[in-house]
C-alpha cells in the first residue's frame, strides 16, 4: 500500500504550473512512492454554484480515499513550519493508515470533505490560487522528505 | 516615477518558475508599471559563505533601492492575508516614496538590508524555496491589484 497519496479534482490547467507538479512529484518518488489522484471535476456548471460544485467534487474525490489519515488544506486550518510539517508527514506515513492530501479546486472544499478530514492545514494566511497551493504542498512534501533523510535540499 | 519595484539577486533558475513569474508580472503591468530589477549575484563563492554572499547581494541590490517603503520578504516577518495585503500595498503605494520588495536568493537576505527594511513580511511559516517565494509574491500583488480595482481573479 502506498503510504503517501495526494487527491485533487482535475488536471491543473496552467501548464507552468502543471511542470513543477511533475518537477516536485518526480522529486518525491525518489524518495517515496506518491499516489496523485486528479479526481474527476464538476462540468458544466457556472462558477455561481460553487456549492453544487463542491459537493460533486468532493464525491468524485472520497472515491480516491481509503482509510488513510485526511489531510485537507484549507485556509480555515492551522499554519505549520517545515521542520513540524516534516515530523507531522512522517508520523503520519508511519502509520498503517498512510496519509492523504486533499486540495480543492477553483470553487474550494465541500463539506462533506472536510468534515471527514483528520486535519485542516493552511500553507499560509494568504490566499493562493488553488493551482499555486498543489505546488506549495508537492514543494513541502519534497522538503520535508529530505529533512527525514537528512538530505540537503537541492537549490 | 514607479510605484512598485520588485528586487532580487540573479534570474530565477527553473524555467517553470521564471514562466510564472512572467506571467504574473504581465498580469500585474495591465494594472500598474512594475519595476523588476535583477541585481548582480554573488559569483564564485562556496554555499558555506552564506554571510558574505548575503552580504554581497544586498549591497548590489541596495543599488537599485530609492527611498521606497521597503518590504522585505523573510520568516521572521509578519503574515497578513490577503485582503490586508492589498489594503497594505494600497496605502503604499499611494504614497509618495512607492513601495520596493526585495527578496533573498538562496542564501537568503542579508542582516543590511533587513535593518533598512521599512517592514518585514513572511507569506508563509513554511520555507519556501527563494525561487518559490518569488511567485507567490508576485502572484498576491497580482491578487491586490485586482482586489483593488474590483475585478474577478482570473482563475
Chains 1, 2 share one sequence.
Not at 82 to 95: G, I, N, P, T, V
Not at 139 to 151: D, H, W
Request: hydrophobic share 40%.
Amino acid at each position: 500500500m502506498t503510504r503517501l497519496k495526494i487527491v485533487w479534482p482535475g488536471k491543473t490547467k496552467n501548464r507552468d504550473l502543471r511542470a513543477l507538479e511533475e518537477f516536485y512529484l518526480a522529486r518525491i518518488r525518489q524518495f517515496e512512492p506518491c499516489d496523485l489522484a486528479e479526481a474527476k471535476e464538476a462540468r458544466g456548471l457556472a462558477d455561481r454554484y460553487a456549492e453544487k460544485i463542491m459537493d460533486i467534487e468532493a464525491r468524485n474525490m472520497e472515491r480516491h480515499l481509503r482509510d488513510e489519515f485526511i489531510v485537507c488544506l484549507s485556509d480555515r486550518g492551522r499554519e505549520m513550519n517545515s521542520a513540524d510539517f516534516a515530523r507531522f508527514l512522517e508520523k503520519q506515513m508511519s502509520s498503517s493508515r498512510g496519509v492523504a492530501f486533499v486540495v480543492g479546486g477553483f470553487a474550494g472544499l465541500g463539506e462533506r470533505i472536510l468534515k471527514r478530514a483528520d486535519h485542516l492545514l493552511s500553507v499560509s494566511r494568504l490566499t493562493l490560487s488553488h493551482e499555486l497551493c498543489r505546488v506549495v504542498l508537492l514543494e513541502q512534501v519534497y522538503r520535508a522528505l529530505t529533512i527525514q533523510k537528512g538530505k540537503r535540499y537541492a537549490k
